[in-house]
């Protein structure tokens, strides 16, 4: 009995100091634990209030900066102020007398002086109030040119100086030059052979050839060859015989 009591006392001691041991060994865990964890925050601590102070120099510096900027900014503008150059006043310059206008005088008109186109007998006068038998028509009509009789190809001439304004086939009076003269004149020479010697636009002296006598009018075929010539002025037929001058 005894020697159990002391075999039973002697297990409890090693129960106890197993328990101790282990005891110990996790409390020093735990400590070494703490201690890491108290490192690992006063390192976190540290790192926070670098940075902290990092940002806020930066921050001044910026702000230095810019005050520094915006009073370059006032002193350049000062410098721009006080060199800007002062423009004298300039004298207004005095108005100049007005020129008197002087009235401008009203060309006088050329002096025209027609002549007959083409020598020859006048067959069929000018008539626009009265009426004329056409061989060719069958009929009475108006007659509102001179017909002039010439042997076929005589050379027809330019009654005054002018321009040719146009050179046509006329449906009616066939070959037809017209010449355009000064004073809103204008004469028209009809049923000619042909118009070869001049051109359009061109500028004629008085006398100047300008066709040849013919026999291409329909209006007046059955007549002998012979110089429809016409005269306007301002657009309105007149009779050639009251303005050219006769030999």
Same mark, same amino acid.
């Given at each position: ?10 297990? +409890? ?8 041991? *282990? ?6 865990? $735990? ?12 390192? @976190? ?5 670098? $940075?902290?102070?990092?940002? #806020? =120099?930066d ?5 230095? =900066?810019?005050?520094?900027? $915006? ?6 503008n000062?410098?721009q ?30 002096? /025209?002086?027609f002549?007959v ?10 008539? +626009?109030s009265? /009426?004329?038998? =056409? ?5 009475? #009509? ?5 017909? *002039? ?10 009654s005054?100086? &002018? !321009?040719? %304004?146009? *050179?046509?086939n ?5 070959? !037809?030059? #017209? ?5 809103g ?8 052979l042909?118009?070869?010697?001049? !051109?359009?636009?061109?500028?004629? %002296?008085?006398?100047?050839?300008? &066709? ?5 009018? @329909? ?6 060859p012979? /110089? ?8 309105? *037929? ?10």
């Amino acid at each position: 009995m005894r020697g159990k009591r002391y075999e039973s006392s002697g297990l +409890d001691k090693q129960k106890q100091y197993y328990i101790i041991g *282990i005891c110990t060994l996790v409390a020093l865990i $735990i400590l070494i634990f703490s201690l890491s964890l108290y490192q690992n925050k006063q390192q @976190a601590n540290s790192e926070i209030a670098r $940075i902290d102070n990092l940002t #806020t =120099s930066d921050a001044t510096m910026v702000s230095t =900066s810019e005050d520094k900027s $915006i009073n370059e900014v006032e002193i350049d503008n000062t410098i721009q102020n006080n060199t800007t150059p002062t423009t004298e006043p300039q004298e207004t310059p005095k108005p100049s007398p007005a020129k008197e206008i002087e009235p401008q005088e009203t060309p006088k008109p050329v002096e /025209l002086h027609f002549s007959v186109p083409v020598e020859g007998e006048i067959t069929k006068d000018f008539a +626009d109030s009265s /009426l004329v038998y =056409s061989e060719t028509l069958k009929e009475w #009509t108006v007659h509102l040119g001179i017909d *002039i009789k010439a042997e076929k190809g005589s050379a027809v001439v330019a009654s005054e100086a &002018g !321009t040719i %304004e146009s *050179i046509k086939n006329d449906p009616r009076y066939g070959t !037809t030059v #017209t010449i355009s003269h000064e004073n809103g004149y204008k004469t028209i020479y009809s049923n000619l052979l042909s118009a070869d010697f001049v !051109t359009e636009g061109e500028k004629v %002296e008085k006398g100047q050839t300008i &066709g040849s006598v013919g026999d291409s009018a @329909a209006f007046e075929i059955a007549d002998e060859p012979h /110089l429809h010539f016409e005269m306007k002025k301002d657009d309105e *037929i007149v009779n050639p015989s009251s303005h050219w001058e006769k030999e």
